[in-house]
């Protein structure tokens, strides 16, 4: 008699390899790159979909789920958009530059978007619109494009960005809050990890 031996397959886990930790911001010498970059490509819904996510300071699944009327009425893009949001349920609101809105508006003609269409659709069936992972993959070409280390940024950073600029300029937390839509003034210090970076500041400051 012998023992079957059950068969197994090896389980790779999808960080394997992956540098993990709270990604990094842009700053705005990158952010211009990468939309010259996306210029030069001919890369139409990717710099409307760059855009948005820098303006919206929106986490990927919110910014991914936004259809065409949530941004634009007849082909013209809004100043300002209310989405609310799938983690907290709570709404939250954006502004919309004129940059983005005319990104926007070129790719819903170039697109042929109709109102009730996602803005960003997938070209799988399996989805009515990108997905998480094709939007970690489109941000992955969009850092290796302009020469970043592609492990050191993600979707989080096109999160990040905005708020971190804003707070960097403004020093006012509680508007970097609301901005996120955080529910705790807790979160927003955590997520922007400012406390260590104020430290660090005002100790370059000290000459002793």
Do not use: C
Request: without cysteine.
């Amino acid at each position: 008699m012998y023992s079957r031996q059950k068969k197994t397959t090896a389980y790779r886990p999808w960080n394997k390899g992956k540098l993990m930790g709270q990604k990094s911001p842009l700053t705005p010498q990158e952010i211009w790159a990468i939309r010259i970059w996306l210029q030069n490509e001919g890369r139409i819904r990717d710099l409307a979909l760059f855009n948005l996510a820098i303006d919206s300071k929106l986490r990927a699944s919110d910014l991914l789920k936004i259809r065409v009327s949530d941004v634009a009425t007849d082909g013209k893009a809004h100043s300002r958009a209310l989405v609310s949001q799938q983690k907290t349920r709570q709404p939250v609101r954006f502004e919309i530059t004129a940059r983005t809105r005319n990104s926007i508006e070129r790719w819903i003609r170039a697109g042929n978007l109709v109102s009730s269409s996602y803005l960003f659709p997938s070209r799988l069936h399996a989805s009515p619109h990108l997905s998480t992972r094709q939007y970690a993959r489109i941000v992955e070409s969009w850092v290796s494009g302009i020469g970043l280390d592609s492990t050191s940024y993600g979707t989080h950073s096109m999160r990040r960005t905005k708020a971190t600029l804003i707070y960097k300029r403004t020093k006012n937390l509680r508007a970097v809050q609301l901005l996120l839509g955080h529910s705790k003034l807790d979160s927003t210090v955590r997520y922007l990890g400012i406390e260590i970076d104020d430290a660090l500041e005002m100790s370059e400051q000290t000459d002793v």
